[in-house]
């Protein structure tokens, strides 16, 4: 699996980006999915997580209500839409894949065994 992150950028605090994922070969619907993210100096966090269908997804307590993480299954593409952004956003973001069909753990770095490359964000204030 092959995953490529896109969409990142610089913008100001309030403004807005999605980011996109797009994974290689046949098995993206068969797996959760999840995006992290890493500022300098800091941890890679986790941000949000889908299922495989798109039915159920979890946000990390500092995103929710501002990010909207969805699926397309047809397009093998995961979105994450980010919107009100804060200067305390600015991180690389990171797509990963779970290491099972299971919608659990999904907040741990070791559930996950693929990940992007990763896309800059950077938010002015």
């Known amino acids: 699996v092959q995953l490529q992150a896109s969409g990142g950028g610089l913008v100001q605090a309030g403004g807005s980006l999605r980011l996109s994922c797009a994974a290689s070969g046949r098995t993206f619907n068969s797996y959760t999915m999840g995006w992290f993210r890493q500022a300098p100096g800091k941890k890679r966090e986790f941000v949000a997580s889908?299922?495989?269908?798109?039915?159920?997804?979890e946000y990390a307590d500092s995103v929710k209500g501002r990010f909207t993480l969805s699926r397309d299954n047809r397009k093998n593409t995961l979105y994450l839409q980010m919107n009100s952004l804060k200067s305390e956003d600015t991180a690389v973001y990171y797509c990963?894949?779970?290491?099972?069909?299971?919608?659990?753990?999904?907040?741990?770095?070791?559930?996950?065994?693929?990940w992007g490359q990763g896309t800059q964000v950077t938010v002015s204030s």
């Open positions: 990963t894949k779970h290491n099972s069909r299971d919608f659990d753990g999904i907040s741990w770095l070791s559930s996950y065994d693929y």
């Open positions: 889908i299922s495989r269908t798109g039915g159920s997804t």
